[in-house]
């Protein structure tokens, strides 16, 4: 069993990637299965295997506990963790043999609190990946791209899983856009000649270019589908380690 994490800030496009990821896995005849984790979701555009909504509703919590919409959607997710053992039980009953996994919209109560990492850990089967998804809008400005880029270093920091950069939203983006992203993302001298920082902020941010701190992003569309093959391609190549391009039936 394969288990994709999808990683990102609210609205990057998540939940709309998993039902675009799906649906293509569907049409070339792969077996998948979803589960949600966001206790939060008011409408999900996939028809979810497993749904935590089943189980925990921040909507309940808000009125049980008499709390703000804000700190029901923080117990909420941090209540799913209780429910980790009986999620995985019925992802083994279930049985696909790759899972797609959605995660609460706001990506800092999954990341950075104690119960994101323990329900990577606990849902995580042999092999397991992240997927983070960037909002290619917001990437365009050159600000936008090197905090995206440190906020997927976070992200890889925290969970400890390989990881697949996304650039979503595609479509929205220039030709020009597109250029600039790609030669920032190639060649981290072109961002350092063009980012305004105080010196030292610039050094920290060469250094951690320098090192391989940012990694190559695929861009993809989960509106039109663009690339959508290539990320399915890079998933597999983190499950088969790169011998085999093809998935178990
Ligand atoms: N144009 C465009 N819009 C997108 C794309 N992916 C998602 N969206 C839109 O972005 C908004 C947020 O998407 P959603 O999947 O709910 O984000 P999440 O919070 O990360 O799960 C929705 O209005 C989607 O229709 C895309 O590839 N292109
Ligand atoms: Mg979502």
């Known amino acids: 069993m394969l288990t ?7 609205g990057s496009g998540k939940s709309t990637l998993i ?3 799906s649906n293509w896995m569907d049409e070339q005849g792969f077996d998948v299965g979803i589960v949600n984790l966001d206790p939060a979701a008011e409408y999900l555009p996939y028809a979810p295997d497993i749904d935590i909504r089943d189980r925990i509703s921040a909507r309940k919590i808000m009125k049980q506990f008499k709390l703000g919409p804000n700190a029901s959607i923080i117990a909420a997710v941090d209540m799913v963790v209780t429910e980790a053992e009986r999620v995985k039980e019925e992802m ?6 790759i899972y797609l996994i959605d995660t609460p919209g706001q990506m800092e109560l999954f990341a950075f609190r104690q119960s994101g990492a323990y329900l990577i850990q606990r849902l995580s089967d042999v092999h397991s990946l992240v997927v983070y ?4 809008v917001y990437v365009q400005s050159i600000d936008g791209f090197a905090t995206t880029m440190l906020l997927a270093l976070s992200s890889r920091i925290r969970f400890k899983k390989p990881q697949i ?3 979503n939203k595609a479509d929205l ?16 001298d072109t961002l350092l000649e ?6 030292y902020d610039k050094e920290i941010l060469r250094s951690i270019a320098n090192m391989g701190g940012f990694v190559e992003p695929l861009f993809i569309s989960a509106k039109t589908g663009e690339g959508l093959d290539k990320l399915y391609y890079q998933i597999q190549l983190h499950y088969t380690g790169g011998e085999d391009a093809q998935l178990p039936p």
């Open 4 to 10: 994709v994490f999808f990683i990102g800030t609210a």
């Open 19 to 21: 039902a675009a990821l």
């Open 92 to 97: 083994e009953v279930v049985g696909a043999p």
């Open 133 to 136: 998804v960037a909002d290619a």
């Open 165 to 167: 950069l996304v650039m």
């Open 173 to 188: 983006l220039s030709e020009e856009a597109l250029t600039n992203i790609v030669n920032w993302a190639e060649s981290p």
């Open 194 to 199: 063009s980012i305004e920082l105080p010196p």
